[in-house]
T-cell receptor, first 113, second 112 residues
């Protein structure tokens, strides 16, 4: 079956701009989580969605937001980009919250200039 | 803040050697997972350990969860170049597997 699909794979933005990243989970998976990965901080949890509702949120500023649609696809948005937002943004899906294995996508690599 | 400390941060060894990677925390986790990530890809789950003292084997990889569920180790026997990658441990809080606390990883390089 198809894996987790993230788009775009690579993008370059400038400070102050905003960006939207998309994630299509594995068919049948209803839970989607987002993580930010940087060399200095590693993987840090952003948020988790299930049934179109945000269930958990990490310690990130309000510039980071997300949503989930009725087909379980998810988007995350970062507004007023800062240089420090440059990172690999990873999406992971699972059958449901607490349902075991997370399946990660290949990530969207964001560079902020 | 719950933290997972991984050591060593970098490891470069020759094919055939054994190695152990450690993952330590001052906090108790309901479960702990190990992932492997290759360049340009997302992490892939290797194993989940749930019970204190649990030992799981996956071919040449042996995973152990500490009795107090605060630490874990990954031992690789007779490492091969295909084992090269970033090894990440991650702890789960409560019932939510989607909200994981990750260690910063151990970057393993196995030279032929």
């Amino acid at each position: 079956k198809a894996g987790v699909t993230q788009t775009p794979r690579y993008l370059i933005k400038t400070r102050g701009q905003q960006v939207t990243l998309s994630c299509s989970p594995i068919s049948g998976h209803r839970s989607v989580s987002w993580y930010q990965q940087t060399p200095g901080q590693g993987l840090q949890f952003l948020f988790e969605y299930f049934s179109e509702t945000q269930r958990n949120k990490g310690n990130f500023p309000g510039r980071f937001s997300g949503r989930q649609f009725s087909n379980s696809r998810s988007e995350m948005n970062v507004s007023t980009l800062e240089l420090g937002d440059s990172a690999l943004y990873l999406c992971a899906s699972s059958l449901a919250i607490g349902a075991g294995e997370l399946f990660f996508g290949e990530g969207s690599r964001l560079t902020v200039l | 803040t719950q933290l997972l400390e991984q050591s060593p941060q970098f490891l470069s060894i020759q094919e055939g050697e054994n190695l152990t990677v450690y993952c330590n925390s001052s906090s108790v986790f309901s479960s702990l997972q190990w992932y492997r990530q290759e360049p340009g890809e997302g992490p892939v789950l290797l194993v989940t350990v749930v019970t204190g003292g649990e030992v799981k084997k996956l071919k040449r990889l042996t995973f152990q969860f500490g009795d107090a569920r605060k630490d874990s180790s990954l031992h690789i026997t007779a490492a091969q170049p295909g084992d090269t990658g970033l090894y990440l441990c991650a702890g789960a809080k409560g019932g939510s597997q989607g909200n994981l606390i990750f260690g910063k990883g151990t970057k393993l390089s196995v030279k032929p």
